[in-house]
Antibody, heavy 125, light 106 residues
């Protein structure tokens, strides 16, 4: 059974650093991209970026480039997103998700088929 | 930048058909997928590659994508289908989500 298990909720102060995790199991972790998605309170889904654990190739949404760092440790089947200096506006639920799919008729057909349970990050002074 | 636009809300009576649209420039040239999210839960994939249903998703969920509009259709809508729905597509290596549509079944 494919599972993505995320680390627990965090309460931090502005300016603090944070690293949250997403551990995959039930499939070959190195063979699928893992994406990170932010959901601010009462708002929609925002794609942050994606990493290929096999070689740590990483792509960022322009909105999140320079704001977070996405990484992975394939030896323990875990992906991460980290902040060096949190802001109150980073308060949100963060989800990891496994990307699946392929090129179909020369067009990328990719989708997130399994999602983690989410990690709630609260940043408040 | 490429944007996907959804109506903020759609209402439907139980047993009727609900249609949720997602518009984007030449969206029909890309593949769209749809996620359902109920309060306090993680998103769930309900349609991928425009029209395909993952295992375990009821047949009443269907999708289409042509021109500038992708559509999620729920036939015989049930009260359990009340949720937020998000379309998603890829533009180059960037994933894009629509703003989400709140489906109310009443």
């Amino acid at each position: 059974e494919v599972q993505l298990v995320q680390s627990g909720a965090q309460v931090k102060k502005p300016g603090e650093s944070l690293k949250i995790s997403c551990k995959g199991s039930g499939y070959s972790f190195t063979n699928n991209w893992i994406g990170w998605v932010r959901q601010m309170p009462g708002k929609g889904l925002e794609w942050m970026g994606i990493i290929y654990p096999g070689d740590s190739d990483t792509r960022y949404s322009p909105s999140f480039q320079g704001q977070v760092t996405i990484s992975a440790d394939k030896s323990i089947s875990t992906a991460y997103v980290q902040w060096s200096s949190l802001k109150a506006s980073d308060t949100a639920m963060y989800y990891c998700a496994r990307r699946t799919g392929s090129m179909v008729r020369a067009v990328g057909s990719y989708y997130f088929d399994y999602w983690g349970q989410g990690t709630l990050v609260t940043v408040s002074s | 930048s490429y944007d996907l636009t959804q109506p903020p809300s759609v209402s439907v009576s139980p047993g009727q058909t609900a249609s949720i649209t997602c518009s984007g420039d030449k969206l029909g040239n890309k593949y769209a997928c749809w996620y359902q999210q109920k309060p306090g839960q993680s998103p769930v994939l309900v349609i991928y590659q425009d029209t395909k249903r993952p295992s375990g998703i009821p047949e009443r969920f269907s999708g289409s994508n042509s021109g500038n509009i992708a559509t999620l259709t729920i036939s015989g809508t049930q009260t359990m289908d009340e949720a937020d729905y998000y379309c998603q597509a890829w533009d180059s290596s960037t994933a894009l989500f629509g703003g989400g549509t709140k489906l109310t079944v009443l």
